[in-house]
């Protein structure tokens, strides 16, 4: 019988990996502490050489990131009186006044609809046949599932030209249903290998037993490995969540108005001025809804990315 010993970190062990931590994670968030902050820079800071770091904030990039602004003539602007609101005092000082909103809420709202719709739909087909793949005896398993991942290895260009002529024939352009069938299709292949996964790790005489007790198999499904595979929704959802909402290539050439998202729509705000801070403030807002559903399924993602389920 042999024995070994463990040996546990010292101190200063753990003071260096805390900092090696530490800086890795500044690191990694500096671009997106750059784009915050330039989000609350003036157009002026933010290309301003050498970069400057600490400066006056402005709320000037959210304003225009929000309205459309027309250019007066002096007599003009002095005739349209003083200004009534604080953003009004912010246009005014480049001799312009606020014409009307902006069109990035729209977009935003589309993509709100497009990414959530196309996760949900995801993990609800995913589920269902993760489950079918994991649990019955499919003819030919491992070639379907093959032809399945398969379609995740195509680039979205190889593509790109087949789908808009299918979805221009069948009236699917630009429109929220037609990009959330897309979507749906993309993500499907990540979705059912991952819930497969998960759900392969569920022993099976927990259905089983449910089924002794007189549960109906959809029960069995419903009450005992849904539960159970709920981390590895969470985290299927989240990855699922995080392409549809990113995704810049088939929106573009897919939409242009109606069903246009944020990605295709945010570089246009740059206009001739070179709107860096508008662009930085829309980036920032686009971050913040994939950011609050991660944080909010936070407890399931580490135990989901390591494939963790319910073991024997």
Known sequence: MSSYSVTHPSLRQKWFAGVIVVVYALITLMPLIWIVATGFKSPSDAIAYPPKVVFEPTLEGYVNLFTTRTRLSPEALAAA??????????????????????????????????????????????????????????????????????????????????????????????????????????????????????????????????LIDGYTRFQAFYKVVLPQAATGIASTAIFCLIFAWNEYAFAVLLTSGTAQTAPPFIPTIIGVGKDWPAVAAGATLFLVPVMVFTVLLRKHLLRGITFGAVRK
């Open 81 to 210: 009186g003083p200004a009534q609101t604080w953003y009004d005092e912010i246009v005014r000082q480049y001799d312009m006044v606020i014409s009307g909103p902006s069109r990035y809420g729209e977009r935003f709202f589309n993509s709100v609809i497009i990414g959530f719709g196309s996760t949900f739909l995801s993990i609800f087909l995913g589920t269902l046949a993760a489950y079918g793949f994991s649990r019955f005896r499919v003819p030919l398993k491992d070639d379907l599932l093959f032809f399945i991942l398969s379609t995740r290895m195509m680039p979205p260009v190889a593509v790109a030209i087949p789908i808009f002529l299918m979805f221009r024939e069948v009236g699917l352009s630009d429109t929220h249903l037609g990009m959330i069938l897309l979507y749906t299709a993309v993500n499907l292949s990540l979705s059912v290998w991952l819930l497969k996964g998960f759900i392969d790790e569920i022993p099976i005489e927990y259905e089983e037993a449910a």
